[in-house]
């Protein structure tokens, strides 16, 4: 079944090549669209297009299409093009003529996108959720080994005293700037586009009102053409947001990759949680890490991937939109599966002893004994010169015992003003 069937049939290798895998996809979309049908549905019987009798029966079908979707058992045929006709097929074969009536003033364009809006906030908020899970693993970490020193790297060479609160914590309060981004974006996508219809409104008398009310959206996208414009629009900015988060976990999950070889040693993980080699028996290879890594970049692609597809479009609907929606909702699916995955892992770091007075750590502390001079009344420029003189002649006695006291550094975390900063 085709909404746009008008009795002809169309090339089968047309039709493979425009469908695609839409039926597959749109599973991840049909509870939305059913949500959108009965707000539609209330809103039809208001404006009397509807009668109370035929909007109750609409109503019980849909929610019984609802519990199928929710226990599994909905399945988009090869019949149908997509969610949208296989769901609309279903009303009419119980309803008769009542179930042809759910189309009106309606068109597919806001149907898609109605069910993408919603899916998207859904979606976004539940991610919102996950990354709090996240933070509070990382921060109770940064609190639980904050006295652990951990050599800091700049260019890949020591360079100055840190420690494993300090690595951990920062990853938490990126976290925080992560979700700014996607709040801002929630914004963008809690605006209802039900009713453009196919990009210019209805000359019916729809009440989008009751529709913004009934599926909880905040406000109305209110010109419809504008609705039809932010499809690629809310893309773009989603997949911004999301590859900026995956660029604060893909960056954690390298310094994981790192800290776990044997030329660091700083970090392990119980056994169950790596991989071994075919052929090199002491292998533990941090293949869930790897994998985090690279699907994060591959997220981060995606906004580059929205922009080349929509970049320049003229108003209006084109079929070029249907590309957003597959590898959208996959970048969704597997950021919540590495938020997952990545605070399960987390929770079972084991933090090793490191040896700082091994001789690859000897001049760690070279700017401690530079702020030490200073404090002693030497101007820095010269206790510069005199370390590094030191350092040249072999000379140099790392002192261990100075404390990092300001906020933020290694020795007052502020974990606990970090933690008052998580967006409410």
Known sequence: MKLWDKGYSIDKKIESFTVGNDREIDLKIAKYDVQASMAHAVMLQS????????LGKLIASLNELSENIEAGDFVIENDFEDV???????????????????????????????ALQ????????????????????LLNLANTHKDR????????????????????????????????MLNSVIKIVDQNPLGSAAGYGSSFPIDRAITTKELNFSTLKYNVVAAQLSRGK???AIASSLGGLCNTMGRLAMDVCLYMS????????????TTGSSIMPHKKNPDVFELIR??????????????????????????????LKENMINAFEDV???LDIFNHAMQQIIVKDIDLSEEKYRFLFTVDSINNLVVDGMPFRDAYQHVGMQVQNNTYQPDLGKRHTHIGSMGNLALDQIRKKYPK
């Not at 609309?88 to 074969?93: Q, R, V």
């Not at 050599?151 to 914590?169: D, K, N, R």
């Open 234 to 236: 809310s893309e773009r």
């Open 294 to 323: 690279g699907k994060c970049n591959k997220v981060q692609a995606l906004h580059t991937e929205m922009l080349l597809i929509t970049n320049n479009l003229p108003s209006g609907y084109h079929r070029d939109f249907q590309l």
């Open 47 to 54: 404006i009397g297009l509807l009668s109370e009798v035929e």
């Open 118 to 137: 919603l899916y998207y906030k859904d979606n976004l908020k539940l991610i919102d959720s996950k990354i709090k899970v996240f933070f509070e693993t």
């Open 262 to 273: 044997q030329n660091f040693g700083f970090i392990s993980f119980p056994d169950h949680l």
């Open 84 to 114: 949208h006709s296989k769901i609309e097929y279903e009303l009419t074969k119980s309803l008769g003529d009542i179930g042809k009536k759910i189309h009106t003033a309606r068109s597919r364009n806001d149907q898609v996108l109605v």
């Open 336 to 338: 919540k599966d590495m």
């Open 149 to 180: 020193l951990l050599p800091g790297y700049t260019h890949l060479q020591v360079a100055m005293p840190s420690s494993f609160g300090l690595w951990l914590s920062a990853y938490a309060e990126l976290l925080i700037d992560d979700v700014y």
